[in-house]
């Protein structure tokens, strides 16, 4: 794993523009946060994305909570993302066949090609789910745009777990300049394809909460310190920021404990 050299190491010779970028932001904001922007209101989402814009690195929404959706939902978040300099996330799981999986990216009432630069998928279909939306990322000919594979779950019981996650390892394999690398709880460079040795994929762990241990509907957490000790690049947090009372500072908590704890990896 690369996990022992800096961002900005890793960006050097890294052949994803869209990768590099998000380890250049990292370096420039000394954040590798994810906030999980789970608001169900446009105002609600846009003022949390500006009031923590300066902490992430990476913006992550789920397009389809919003109540009064319209292009002022995305022109906005893009607009801020601009304003503040970090990526937008939308966390749409596609999983489904290669035909279907194009026209939820591209079209639709979301047009989510258009506004974000990060998804992800699950590899349940196959390698086609990918193969769909490396076309349709290609057809379009943009450079800013690319996809993350949900390798493993945090909730209670998952079964993505053992050759399923091997196996999304296989196919994020096939698609380098696709897919910049995982969703998952902890690096996957154990895994006999150990493909994070060669190729250099990010790992984005979910499931990162200081106060808490889970939910009541079976979410799992793990703290800041021990998901970086685990091998992870960027936390993404959800309700330990946003639900917080003060969630400047809660971002701004959750900002060092992760940036401390990757300094610590690199030797810095
Ligand atoms: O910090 P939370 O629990 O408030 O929010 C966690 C966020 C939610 C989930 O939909 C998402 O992370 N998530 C994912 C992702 C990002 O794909 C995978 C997973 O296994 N667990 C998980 O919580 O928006």
């Not at 949390?48 to 690195?57: F, M, N, Q, T």
């Not at 993302?81 to 990526?87: V, W």
């Not at 026209?103 to 639709?108: A, D, N």
């Not at 698609?175 to 493909?195: H, I, Q």
Request: glycine share 8%; net charge negative; proline share 3%.
């Amino acid at each position: 794993s690369k996990s022992h050299l800096s961002f900005a190491e890793r960006a050097v010779n890294h052949p994803s523009p869209l990768t590099r970028r998000l380890f250049e932001i990292a370096e420039q904001k000394s954040t590798n946060i994810v906030l999980s922007a789970d608001l169900t209101s446009t105002a609600e989402l846009l003022k949390i994305a500006d009031d923590l814009g300066p902490y992430i690195a990476v913006l992550k929404t789920h397009i389809d909570i919003i109540d009064d959706f319209s292009r002022k939902t995305t022109d906005g978040l893009v607009e801020l993302s601009k304003k503040h300099n970090f990526l937008i996330f939308e966390d749409r799981k596609f999983i489904d066949i290669g035909n279907t999986v194009q026209k939820q990216y591209r079209g639709g009432a979301l047009r989510i090609h258009e506004w974000a630069h990060i998804v992800n998928a699950a590899v349940l279909p196959g390698p086609g789910v990918i193969q769909a939306l490396e076309e349709t990322i290609k057809t379009h000919n943009v450079t800013d745009r690319g996809v993350l594979i949900l390798a493993e779950m945090t909730s209670k019981g998952s079964l993505a777990v053992g050759s399923y996650t091997e196996a999304s390892v296989a196919i994020a394999k096939q698609y380098p300049s696709t897919v910049m690398g995982f969703v998952c709880t902890k690096a996957l460079s154990g895994l006999s394809s150990d493909a994070t040795d060669e190729e250099d994929f990010v790992v984005f762990t979910t499931g990162v909460n200081m106060a808490s241990k889970g939910d009541a509907l079976g979410q799992q957490y793990q703290t800041p310190t021990t998901a970086m000790a685990g091998g992870s690049d960027f936390l993404i947090a959800g309700r330990g920021i946003y639900a917080n009372n003060d969630p400047v500072k809660a971002a701004e908590a959750y900002r060092k404990a992760g940036w401390d704890a990757y300094q610590d990896r690199i030797g810095k």
